[in-house]
């Protein structure tokens, strides 16, 4: 059994062992080009681990909760990050530990990089570059033995389930290899394609000072010189805008300043570009087509990191959204720079609006004016929610960054652990929530101040206070859903039955909080620690931005619905609106459509769920009725200890969690609404359980496993 | 699903309750044929069987019939069907259409369910339960 081979034991038989990347360095190195000095961990390696200890069971298991059609990206992302957690958990074993450390011990070199090296991801037909993952700058054998499961675990990265067609992702029979390599640190690198995709005449160089890795994942912008494929005649030169440069650090890399000089030097002289252009066209010429090549300069010496054919096929087709998911996985500095656009810029900008049209006293305008404020809002709400794509939804992705952080460094038994660090106390709803839970304690020692809210004339000193803050703050409780209007009884209600039941704190306190994120942190010394600090200070503001924004989106939205709702109450006719006036609407009013159930056969026409799976959200046990919730109207008959059953959790919708005995929901995901909130008060909670509003019917009584994902009828 | 699986399968684990001992559930293979509209499920057995005294005292009998491969991906791929139904030895004019559709599935087994110590048992089916991915089940009742 080869674990392991060198580049010279490498023949065309083991193409598959060790990967395309590992291939094609072994054709290079055996045809005198520089390559590092490299090690292949064979896909027999990965084959031996996921067989010997279960993980092959597990990852089918995890994979096969339901139909991958079903499954929102969302989910995807929690499936690899709970596959990335149980490789990373799982130790090697014995055997194979043993041979991979007898193996790569004694070549080991100081510093090392540990690249994916996936069979038939570089196939000319398909090139799926970056999916997998890569490690530079590993120290010491005991780093690269873990960075190596990391490697493994990222054939089942989000990114790669995306193009799990593409890709031929089976869990009987995909495997991984890893290479391990000697870090080059080299002072200036690039990528060289020598073949432009837009002018087969062309060959293109990218070049950035400092390492690779700045480059490739899109950290660093490269200088860029377009060339005669034939001469080597630099045809065009153009300058990148050049501040930074990727160094390696103690452990991995860094970023630093550029000198002044190099502010203003092009990496590459003349003659270096013409070293690249002969490597690409030798390159070209050994594997028989132009070739996609990592290169750097350490020294002087010109080194290739990897060559794979060209391809263009990775390019989506019209309405694939893929590219547009794998634009959600930003690098650290650029979540950085996107939370100061969202928190200085955009925010504000949004909330001023909602402030201005709030201002605005819809009843004296004319029927004219009246139409035309409409319209105005309309496009004003469409911008916000482009906004909202665009810029919110992608710095969620800081939570994530977060996680993984933490999970590296803690190892901890739940993969969600770290959520407990990011202070769900601070959020918006949380803290509706409990200015409702204020009013109901209220109730609950003088129950006549109910008929107060019931009539919306609060005079009772111990529940005026409360009273106006929630006027101020949340006065449009319903308007995140589908009306505008405060009902006093219907709000009266919910209280009326938050008073009844005995009430449910949050789970965690903010001193709780606060002494946790205290034993993370005092894991780390120095810099490190200053950098995990803001690590969770990013992930602590994409997890209440993550919340907040649909209630400030809410806002917006409110205001179009309130000016239509002025129109309807002048007994105007909708259907005098321009058409996607009247469409937004309907989109934002008409309650989602319940899957299709399934129907019966043949006479056996009773059928019926008696057991759905989902994904554990919020562990714990809970036992209640069904209240399936199609529009928001049935929020407000909710009665304690009902279990919630919806397509969505939208925060307008989440003041009835402390009410709920459990929660099911259609739409899955650790990081969504639903699941937040129930975490928050420690309620079961099960999600991704698909036509879960058609199979589960109101008042059918419903058991919530939160522990394994399932949600059991009658 | 239900069908697929009845079809495509030749064995079920046959589960019946033994009387002599205060109702110990008792269970074995046996080579099975469903009808067309699923309502019956039809299998042969000596009657001098452990299995035919059981029903014969008592005739409510479960059976699960399933498709693993005895792999790990058996725990995402596979799906079981559990049958609750009551049993009863098939006599009468009907007796020749239910042979024939137990022997068009099992050929070999002619001599078996031809010999004169053989019955022929039908199970009438009162509820199909199906399990798939593992834990995901539902169930399927004829219609009243």
């Known amino acids: 059994m080869s674990y392991v081979l060198s580049l010279e034991d490498i023949r065309p038989r083991h193409r598959r062992l060790v990967g395309g990347k590992g291939f094609s360095l072994a054709v290079m190195a055996q045809n005198g080009l520089n390559v590092p000095t490299t090690l292949a961990v064979t896909t027999r390696a990965y084959e031996r681990f996921v067989a010997a200890t279960g993980l092959k069971g597990r990852i089918q298991l995890e994979l096969r909760r339901k139909d991958f059609k079903d499954l929102r990206w969302e989910e995807m992302w929690d499936a690899s990050l709970r596959l990335r957690h149980l490789f990373l958990n799982t130790p090697l074993p014995a055997d194979l530990g043993a041979v991979l450390k007898d193996a790569l011990g004694p070549l080991l070199p100081e510093r090392c990089v540990v690249r994916s090296s996936a069979p038939g991801e570089d196939s000319p037909q398909a090139s799926f570059a970056g999916l997998h993952a890569s490690f530079v700058n590993v120290v010491g054998l005991d780093a690269v033995l873990e960075h190596i499961k990391l490697v493994w675990a990222s054939l089942w990265s989000d990114a790669a389930l995306l193009y799990r067609r593409e890709l031929g992702l089976e869990v009987r029979k995909s495997a991984m290899a890893v290479l391990i390599q000697e870090m080059v640190a080299g002072d200036k690198s690039g990528v060289v394609f020598g073949e432009n995709p837009q002018d087969p005449g062309q060959m293109v160089i990218e070049a950035v000072y400092g390492l690779n890795q700045g480059l490739v994942d899109g950290t660093v912008e490269p200088d860029r010189w377009l060339l005669d494929r034939e001469t080597g005649r630099i045809l065009e030169y153009r300058a990148a805008p050049k501040r930074e440069i990727l160094l390696p650090g103690e452990e991995g890399v860094r970023l630093a300043g550029l000198s002044p000089e190099q502010l203003h030097t092009p990496p590459l002289t003349a003659a270096e570009v013409l070293q690249v252009f002969h490597l690409a066209r030798r390159g070209e010429a050994l594997f028989g087509a132009p070739q996609d090549m990592e290169w750097t300069f350490a020294g002087g010496r010109l080194v290739v990191l990897q060559s794979r054919p060209i391809t263009t096929a990775a390019r989506g087709r019209e309405g694939d959204q893929r590219p547009w998911y794998l634009s959600l996985r930003r690098s650290f500095g650029n979540l950085k720079a996107l939370r100061r656009k969202v928190e200085e810029e955009l925010l504000p900008a949004m909330d001023r609006e909602a402030g201005r049209l709030a201002a605005l006293d819809l009843t004296a305008l004319s029927d004219a004016g009246l139409q035309e404020e409409i319209v105005l809002r309309s496009t004003s709400y469409r911008r916000w929610h482009k906004v909202y794509w665009d810029d919110f939804i992608p710095l969620a992705h800081g939570i994530r960054l977060f996680g993984m952080v933490y999970n590296d460094a803690v190892k901890p038994e739940d993969p969600y652990e770290f959520l407990n660090l990011l202070g769900a106390a601070g959020l918006l709803s949380v803290r509706r929530n409990r200015l409702l839970l204020d009013m109901a304690a209220r109730v609950r020692e003088r129950p006549e101040v109910l008929e107060e809210i019931r009539t919306g004339r609060v005079t009772d000193p111990g529940l005026q206070p409360v009273w106006q803050a929630f006027l101020r703050e949340f006065g449009d409780l319903a308007c995140g859903t589908s009306t505008c209007t405060l009902d006093p009884e219907a709000l009266a209600n919910l209280i009326r039955e938050m008073a009844a039941t005995p009430s449910r704190g949050e789970r965690l306190t903010e001193t709780e909080v606060e002494s946790l994120t205290e034993r993370f942190l005092s894991r780390f010394g120095g810099p490190k620690r200053a950098e995990m600090a803001e690590y969770l200070d990013l992930g602590r503001a994409s997890f209440r931005l993550r919340d907040d924004d649909n209630l400030h989106l809410g806002k917006i939205k409110a205001q179009f619905l309130k000016a239509v709702e002025e129109y309807q109450r002048r007994g105007r006719d909708l259907r005098a609106l321009p058409p996607e006036v009247q469409a937004l609407w309907r989109e934002l009013t008409e309650p989602p459509r319940p899957g299709q159930g399934e129907t019966g056969w043949q006479g056996f026409s009773r059928f019926r769920a008696r057991q759905l799976v989902g994904q554990p959200a919020s562990p714990g046990l809970a036992r209640g009725p069904a209240r399936v919730v199609r529009e928001a109207s049935e929020l407000f008959h909710f009665r304690a200890g009902d279990v919630l059953v919806c397509d969505a959790v939208d925060p307008g919708m989440t003041f009835v969690a402390p009410l709920a005995g459990g929660i099911v929901e259609r739409r899955g995901g650790m990081l969504i609404h639903g699941s937040i909130i129930a975490r928050e008060y420690g309620i079961p909670c099960v999600t991704g359980v698909p036509q879960a509003t058609s199979l589960i019917h109101p008042g059918d009584p419903v058991t919530v496993d939160g522990y394994l994902g399932i949600v059991i009828i009658g | ?144």
């Not at chain 2, 799906?79 to 022997?103: D, H």
């Open chain 2, 1 to 144: 699903m239900v069908q697929e699986l009845l079809s495509g399968q030749r064995l079920a684990v046959l589960a019946t309750l033994m009387s002599d001992q205060h109702g110990r559930p008792y269970s074995n293979l046996i080579a099975f044929a469903a009808t067309e509209d699923l309502k019956e499920i039809i299998f042969a057995t000596s009657r001098a069987t452990r299995k035919f005294r059981n029903l014969a005292a008592d005739p409510r009998v479960s059976l699960l019939v399933d498709n693993r491969s005895n792999q790990e991906t058996d725990f995402g791929e596979a799906s079981a069907v559990t049958v609750l139904g009551t049993a009863g030895e098939v006599s009468g004019p009907e007796r020749e259409a239910r042979l024939q559709l137990f022997l068009t599935k099992h050929p070999y087994l002619e001599e078996f369910a031809t010999a004169p110590t053989c019955a022929l048992i039908r199970v009438q089916v009162e509820k199909y339960i199906m399990v798939t991915r593992f834990q995901e089940v539902r169930e399927i009742s004829p219609a009243p």
